[in-house]
Protein backbone atom coordinates (compact mmCIF):
# COMPACT_ATOMS: atom_id res chain seq x y z
CA UNK A 1 0.00 0.00 0.00
CA UNK A 2 2.96 2.14 0.50
CA UNK A 3 4.18 2.46 -3.09
CA UNK A 4 0.30 3.05 -4.35
CA UNK A 5 0.24 5.72 -1.80
CA UNK A 6 3.27 7.55 -2.24
CA UNK A 7 2.27 7.36 -6.18
CA UNK A 8 -0.90 9.00 -5.46
CA UNK A 9 0.49 11.50 -3.74
CA UNK A 10 3.39 12.63 -6.45
CA UNK A 11 0.37 12.54 -9.12
CA UNK A 12 -2.27 14.56 -6.91
CA UNK A 13 0.94 16.93 -6.38
CA UNK A 14 2.04 17.73 -10.18
CA UNK A 15 -2.00 17.55 -11.27
CA UNK A 16 -2.71 20.70 -12.14
CA UNK A 17 0.28 22.00 -14.10
CA UNK A 18 0.09 26.04 -13.09
CA UNK A 19 -1.62 26.93 -9.79
CA UNK A 20 -2.61 23.71 -7.85
CA UNK A 21 -5.93 23.18 -6.34
CA UNK A 22 -5.37 23.52 -2.69
CA UNK A 23 -7.67 20.38 -2.55
CA UNK A 24 -4.91 18.60 -4.53
CA UNK A 25 -2.38 19.36 -1.97
CA UNK A 26 -4.76 19.01 1.09
CA UNK A 27 -4.74 15.25 0.00
CA UNK A 28 -1.38 15.16 -0.98
CA UNK A 29 -0.36 15.17 2.07
CA UNK A 30 -2.75 13.24 3.38
CA UNK A 31 -1.54 10.52 0.75
CA UNK A 32 1.98 11.07 2.28
CA UNK A 33 0.96 10.79 5.77
CA UNK A 34 -1.18 7.29 5.62
CA UNK A 35 2.22 6.27 3.32
CA UNK A 36 4.51 6.07 6.03
CA UNK A 37 1.66 4.98 8.84
CA UNK A 38 0.99 1.84 6.39
CA UNK A 39 4.52 0.95 5.98
CA UNK A 40 5.24 1.86 9.22
CA UNK A 41 2.38 -1.13 10.49
CA UNK A 42 3.21 -3.30 8.28
CA UNK A 43 6.96 -3.58 9.52
CA UNK A 44 5.93 -3.54 12.94
CA UNK A 45 3.19 -6.65 11.94
CA UNK A 46 6.53 -8.23 9.68
CA UNK A 47 8.52 -8.18 12.39
CA UNK A 48 5.91 -9.05 15.06
CA UNK A 49 4.81 -11.79 13.09
CA UNK A 50 6.86 -12.39 9.78
CA UNK A 51 6.43 -11.87 6.62
CA UNK A 52 4.77 -15.30 4.62
CA UNK A 53 1.40 -15.42 3.63
CA UNK A 54 0.28 -17.63 5.63
CA UNK A 55 0.87 -15.15 8.31
CA UNK A 56 -1.16 -12.53 6.26
CA UNK A 57 -4.65 -13.11 8.73
CA UNK A 58 -2.73 -12.61 11.58
CA UNK A 59 -0.84 -9.53 10.50
CA UNK A 60 -3.69 -7.64 9.22
CA UNK A 61 -5.22 -8.27 12.45
CA UNK A 62 -2.35 -6.88 14.47
CA UNK A 63 -2.14 -3.91 11.88
CA UNK A 64 -6.26 -2.87 13.59
CA UNK A 65 -4.42 -2.55 17.16
CA UNK A 66 -2.17 0.65 15.82
CA UNK A 67 -3.30 4.09 16.95
CA UNK A 68 -1.84 6.90 15.34
CA UNK A 69 -1.66 9.33 18.31
CA UNK A 70 -0.01 6.46 20.35
CA UNK A 71 2.84 5.92 17.32
CA UNK A 72 2.91 10.10 17.33
CA UNK A 73 4.08 9.65 20.60
CA UNK A 74 6.19 7.45 19.93
CA UNK A 75 7.91 8.79 16.84
CA UNK A 76 8.52 12.18 18.75
CA UNK A 77 10.53 10.70 21.57
CA UNK A 78 12.67 8.70 19.02
CA UNK A 79 12.61 11.76 16.65
CA UNK A 80 14.18 13.47 19.22
CA UNK A 81 16.94 11.21 19.82
CA UNK A 82 16.28 10.56 23.12
CA UNK A 83 13.69 8.04 25.29
CA UNK A 84 12.16 8.04 28.74
CA UNK A 85 14.32 6.05 31.57
CA UNK A 86 11.25 4.09 31.55
CA UNK A 87 11.26 3.04 28.00
CA UNK A 88 14.45 1.98 27.79
CA UNK A 89 15.17 -0.02 31.57
CA UNK A 90 17.67 -2.54 30.90
CA UNK A 91 18.90 -2.24 27.25
CA UNK A 92 22.27 -1.68 26.27
CA UNK A 93 23.76 1.85 26.96
CA UNK A 94 26.82 3.34 25.21
CA UNK A 95 29.78 3.83 27.05
CA UNK A 96 28.21 7.53 28.30
CA UNK A 97 24.94 5.92 29.44
CA UNK A 98 23.06 6.44 26.58
CA UNK A 99 21.09 4.22 24.45
CA UNK A 100 21.90 5.06 20.76
CA UNK A 101 19.19 5.15 18.70
CA UNK A 102 20.51 4.71 14.72
CA UNK A 103 19.84 7.86 12.46
CA UNK A 104 17.79 6.41 10.34
CA UNK A 105 15.54 5.29 12.65
CA UNK A 106 15.49 9.03 14.22
CA UNK A 107 14.92 10.15 10.63
CA UNK A 108 11.75 8.34 9.93
CA UNK A 109 10.30 8.97 12.97
CA UNK A 110 10.79 12.89 12.83
CA UNK A 111 8.68 12.33 9.51
CA UNK A 112 5.71 10.32 10.47
CA UNK A 113 5.23 13.10 13.46
CA UNK A 114 5.69 16.00 11.16
CA UNK A 115 3.27 14.32 8.39
CA UNK A 116 1.10 14.07 11.14
CA UNK A 117 1.02 17.04 11.79
CA UNK A 118 0.76 18.27 8.60
CA UNK A 119 -1.92 16.41 7.89
CA UNK A 120 -3.88 17.29 10.68
CA UNK A 121 -3.93 21.18 9.24
CA UNK A 122 -4.39 19.53 5.43
CA UNK A 123 -7.81 18.13 6.90
CA UNK A 124 -8.56 20.43 9.86
CA UNK A 125 -7.61 23.82 9.38
CA UNK A 126 -9.27 25.69 6.48
CA UNK A 127 -6.94 28.83 6.89
CA UNK A 128 -3.91 26.70 5.88
CA UNK A 129 -2.46 27.06 2.58
CA UNK A 130 0.22 24.13 0.73
CA UNK A 131 2.67 25.47 -1.80
CA UNK A 132 3.04 22.44 -4.00
CA UNK A 133 7.16 22.80 -3.16
CA UNK A 134 6.67 22.01 0.15
CA UNK A 135 4.35 18.93 -0.41
CA UNK A 136 6.77 17.87 -2.73
CA UNK A 137 9.68 18.14 -0.42
CA UNK A 138 7.80 16.24 2.56
CA UNK A 139 7.07 13.37 -0.34
CA UNK A 140 10.66 13.40 -1.46
CA UNK A 141 11.63 13.26 2.49
CA UNK A 142 9.17 10.23 3.28
CA UNK A 143 10.53 8.24 0.34
CA UNK A 144 13.96 8.82 1.40
CA UNK A 145 13.68 8.22 4.99
CA UNK A 146 11.69 4.95 4.21
CA UNK A 147 14.62 3.94 1.77
CA UNK A 148 17.03 4.33 4.80
CA UNK A 149 14.63 2.90 7.53
CA UNK A 150 14.51 -0.48 4.89
CA UNK A 151 17.75 -0.34 3.94
CA UNK A 152 18.82 -0.22 7.82
CA UNK A 153 20.06 -4.14 8.81
CA UNK A 154 17.68 -6.08 10.77
CA UNK A 155 18.51 -5.12 14.74
CA UNK A 156 17.09 -5.51 17.81
CA UNK A 157 16.61 -1.86 18.11
CA UNK A 158 14.84 -1.51 14.75
CA UNK A 159 12.59 -3.93 15.92
CA UNK A 160 11.79 -2.44 19.34
CA UNK A 161 11.19 0.77 17.55
CA UNK A 162 8.73 -0.99 15.68
CA UNK A 163 7.19 -2.66 18.78
CA UNK A 164 7.29 0.70 20.31
CA UNK A 165 4.52 1.92 17.50
CA UNK A 166 1.62 0.15 19.28
CA UNK A 167 3.38 -0.89 22.73
CA UNK A 168 4.54 2.76 23.42
CA UNK A 169 1.52 3.78 26.07
CA UNK A 170 2.24 0.92 28.08
CA UNK A 171 5.95 1.46 28.00
CA UNK A 172 5.90 4.99 29.11
CA UNK A 173 3.44 4.87 32.08
CA UNK A 174 6.13 1.76 33.72
Known amino acids: MYE????????????????????????????????????????????QLGSQHGQAPYRHALGRAFAHGVMKQACVSYGGGT???AVIK?????????????????????????LQEKRHLAD?????????????????QAKNHVANFTALAASEDKKFFLACLWAWKELTNR
Open 4 to 47: DLIAQAETLATLDAKKPKQASLRRTVSSAYYAVFHYLVQEACNA
Open 83 to 85: LKE
Open 90 to 114: GLPRDASGRYLIPQPIQDLASTFAE
Open 124 to 140: YDRSERFKRADVLTSIE
